[in-house]
T-cell receptor, first 116, second 116 residues
Framework: AQKITQTQPGMFVQEKEAVTLDCTYDTSDPSYGLFWYKQPSSGEMIFLIYQGSYDQQNATEGRYSLNFQKARKSANLVISASQLGDSAMYFCAMREGRNQGGKLIFGQGTELSVKP | GAVVSQHPSRVICKSGTSVKIECRSLDFQATTMFWYRQFPKKSLMLMATSNEGSKATYEQGVEKDKFLINHASLTLSTLTVTSAHPEDSSFYIC????????????FGPGTRLTVT
């Protein structure tokens, strides 16, 4: 069974507008972490934001915020004021368990294109 | 932030030969390193988890004798693709976590392997 699901293979957004990238997850472990990474065409993985399962508030990092809905098991990424440089692949990932060195399971990815 | 390097960034080899990819943590000690494989426009698939001084833990379906992993020190892990074939052509990415167990995994820039 897919543990991390990103249902949007591709998304378009107008420059300066906000966009939401969907991510749902499945785990029976009460302790887990959720991550979002950006991968531009160069291939490097750029860490964007992290949400722990016990965090009470939604994580925010600059223009990035994570809409964490625990009961729905969703962790959508919201990018505000899109920029042309935001065009890239975006991956949602989950780490299960308390071991902070644990492996990440990645979703299928969403390719975001920002239009001028 | 912590920096992870990979060498080489690109490699082309002939079918039947072996190729070694290095992953180094430049400014921190990595308790654990991970090796991923990624096909174009696809997700990152974890191949193995590597801990310094011990045998790597391979994911189901990954051939241990094909993909040799050595984690000789807290700053270096190597992946050797033995007897490479064209189907081994892919983008290989390593990541590392710190001794302090931060929530973030630090990714290398990736190595693009082409087997002719």
């Amino acid at each position: 069974a897919q543990k991390i699901t990103q249902t949007q293979p591709g998304m378009f957004v107008q420059e300066k507008e906000a966009v939401t990238l969907d991510c749902t997850y499945d785990t029976s472990d009460p302790s887990y972490g959720l991550f979002w990474y950006k991968q531009p065409s160069s291939g490097e993985m750029i860490f964007l934001i992290y949400q722990g399962s016990y965090d009470q508030q939604n994580a925010t990092e600059g223009r990035y915020s994570l809409n964490f809905q625990k009961a729905r098991k969703s962790a959508n990424l919201v990018i505000s004021a899109s920029q042309l440089g935001d065009s890239a692949m975006y991956f949602c990932a989950m780490r299960e368990g308390r071991n902070q060195g644990g492996k990440l399971i990645f979703g299928q990815g969403t390719e975001l294109s920002v239009k001028p | 932030g912590a920096v992870v390097s990979q060498h080489p960034s690109r490699v082309i080899c002939k079918s039947g030969t072996s190729v070694k990819i290095e992953c180094r943590s430049l400014d921190f000690q990595a308790t654990t390193m991970f090796w991923y494989r990624q096909f174009p426009k696809k997700s990152l698939m974890l191949m193995a988890t590597s801990n310094e001084g011990s045998k790597a833990t391979y994911e189901q379906g990954v051939e241990k004798d094909k993909f040799l992993i050595n984690h000789a020190s807290l700053t270096l892990s190597t992946l050797t693709v033995t007897s490479a074939h064209p189907e081994d052509s892919s983008f290989y990415i390593c990541s590392a976590t710190t001794v302090e167990g931060a929530n973030e995994q630090y990714f290398g820039p990736g190595t693009r392997l082409t087997v002719t």
